[in-house]
């Protein structure tokens, strides 16, 4: 009929707005290795550059027991980890949540003394027999052994400065807590002093961001012995942390305030904070849906490549777009067949509480409800607009249209997530460093092409292990959109410098629990360094 083909132009014409095509690409690549170049050089630029004081990754074969706590929001999460020295580890944890007098507490101590009691109660839980033996010792020999001692990572997801692997001062509070003396004070040191008062044998070896957490899960447990290059979370928010040569980092080499750490391996792991990647829109997409979430946003014109890609936006993003169709009295969308009027509530099937009509009322589950719906009809999508958003009698042709700009949503956030896992491949030079069973060159010169990979007789790609560029990825929508990382890699393949060769040796896989055994590595090779 005219009415389905009205909506289905309609919804196309939507869904071409999200398009974010190689040359895009192409450009955005661009603009993101110039951003990270100048990051790494000075203070103040879009792409933050943050150096964290980990200057190597794990291989798989580390040992031994560590401890991981995680300030993160609404708890606090304790942990327990065993590296079982062969890729493994086991964990153990306990959680509780942050009574909220705390969160906005006259002083710091008031938080830190509670965070330490429950450490405390783990150690009594989980490792009673190493805890007393500590205390008996403290008694009678006044002080306990240095190998009694865990070393502890500290996940604080928290804007903070670090001046040291297990220094860093605060900023300022976000996510509900306010605690006007903790600013500018180093967090570690106020977590210190309480697990001190208690006398527990517990050492704040690391702060932890938990994108490097990511990256050092993963490096833990992937397979093969190749580090891995990046750890990358696309959750509510996104950002990734990579391993940079050290003499680029000049910001901090260069420094006079950088406090001491280990140069040896040559190499630290970065923090991008690329949810702020080209800010002022140089190459960024920027549609009217775009346009309009971010002006209603508490933050406007920052984090302007995250409210393109997280999860937090994105179905704020789809949510945009299908009131605006359904407020144009010319677009049938969830319209009665025989409506003309102009009062859109009492014409259209959704119900007057629909969350439809509220900021945030979609959720990002739903785009990876729209992109795996292959039933008849999109049965899936309309039941769970019926049930979860308050539309009723939803067509066929209504639930195409959902699905179309949907889906075109949510690739583009995989094109945009490609962009910063293609330029931190790049900048990085990984595809230049051949091997010895590469094929091409190992000089690191300009230029060079990418290297094969040793190719099977079947004709597909197969590569070597020591070619394999790895990356570590956490998050509900790497984790649960359908395809993503499937798109993600078309968009690689785009980009000229990394081409169908350098697409398939990037490896993506999923690494859980930054928080825990990551903050544990991470205190790992503090302890190492000092
Ligand atoms: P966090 O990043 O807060 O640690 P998650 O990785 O679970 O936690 O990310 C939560 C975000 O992921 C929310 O913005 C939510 O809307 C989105 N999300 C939850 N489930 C899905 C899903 N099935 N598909 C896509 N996005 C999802």
């Known amino acids: 009929t005219e009415r389905s083909m009205n909506l289905a132009e309609q919804a196309k014409r939507v869904a071409a707005e999200f398009e974010f095509g190689p040359g895009n ?88 003394s509670f965070l330490a009691k429950q450490i405390e109660n783990f150690l009594k839980a989980h490792h009673e027999d190493h805890y007393t033996a500590t205390i008996k010792r403290r008694q009678t020999e006044g002080n306990i052994k240095e190998e009694e001692i865990f070393d502890l990572g500290f996940t604080f997801s928290f804007p903070v400065q670090q001046i ?19 600013i500018g004070q180093d967090v570690c040191a106020l977590l210190q002093k309480e697990i001190d008062e208690l006398h527990l ?91 309009e979430l971010d002006a209603k946003s508490v933050n406007p014109g920052i984090q302007m490549f995250e409210k393109r890609v997280s999860g937090m936006f994105l179905g704020e993003l789809l949510r945009i777009a299908l009131v605006g169709l359904v407020k144009d009295p010319a677009i049938p969308l969830f319209k009665d067949e025989n409506s003309s009027q102009n009062d859109v509530h009492s014409t259209t099937q959704i119900h007057e509480g629909s969350p439809i009509w509220k900021q945030w ?40 249209a959902v699905r179309e700009i949907a889906f075109a949503v949510g690739r583009r956030a995989a094109r945009l997530a490609a962009v910063a896992i293609g330029a931190i491949v790049l900048e990085t030079g990984r595809l230049r460093s051949a091997t010895a069973s590469g094929t091409a060159t190992t000089e690191d010169k300009e230029g060079v092409d990418p290297p094969r990979g040793t190719v099977d007789s079947s004709g597909r790609g197969e590569v070597a292990e020591e ?46 629990d930054g928080s825990g055994v990551g903050a544990a590595l991470i205190a790992l090779v503090a302890g190492r360094m000092t």
């Open 25 to 112: 690409v192409r450009k955005a690549v661009k603009e993101f290795v110039r951003e990270m170049d100048e990051g790494l050089q000075k203070e103040g630029t879009e792409l933050s550059q943050i150096p964290t004081y980990v200057t190597a990754v794990p291989n798989g074969t580390e040992k031994g027991l560590y401890m991981a706590v995680d300030l993160g929001g609404t708890n606090f999460r304790v942990c327990s980890i065993q590296l079982h020295g062969n890729t493994t580890f086991s964990l153990t944890q306990s959680k509780v949540a942050i009574p909220h007098e705390l969160m906005v507490a006259k002083t710091s101590k008031e938080l830190f």
């Open 467 to 512: 070619d394999v560029i790895d990356i570590g990825v956490d998050g509900s929508l790497v984790e649960f959109y359908p395809n993503f990382e499937e798109h993600i890699r078309q968009a690689l393949r785009e980009v000229e410098e990394i081409g169908e060769q350098g697409e398939k040796r990037i490896r993506i896989g999923i690494a859980k």
């Open 164 to 182: 040291g692997i297990n220094k860093g001062v605060l900023m300022r509070w976000t996510k509900g807590f306010d605690i006007q003396e903790t």
């Open 361 to 400: 009322g979609i959720d990002t589950s739903f785009l990876s409800i729209c992109a795996g719906d292959h039933s008849d009809g999109h049965r899936v999508i309309r039941q769970t607009l019926d049930k979860e958003y308050g539309i009723s009698a939803v067509s066929a042709e209504d639930a195409e």
């Open 201 to 291: 044998p517990v050492r704040v070896a690391a702060l932890v961001n938990d994108t490097v957490g990511t990256l050092m899960a993963r490096s833990y447990t992937s397979p093969g012995k190749t580090g891995t290059l990046l750890g990358a979370i696309f959750g509510t928010g996104t950002n990734g942390a990579y391993v940079e040569k050290l003499d680029k980092v000049s910001k901090l080499t260069q420094s006079k305030d950088a406090g001491d750490f280990d140069k040896s391996t040559g190499e630290m792991i970065v923090n991008t904070e690329w949810g702020s990647f080209d800010n002022s829109l140089r190459t960024l997409p920027n549609t009217p849906y775009d346009v």
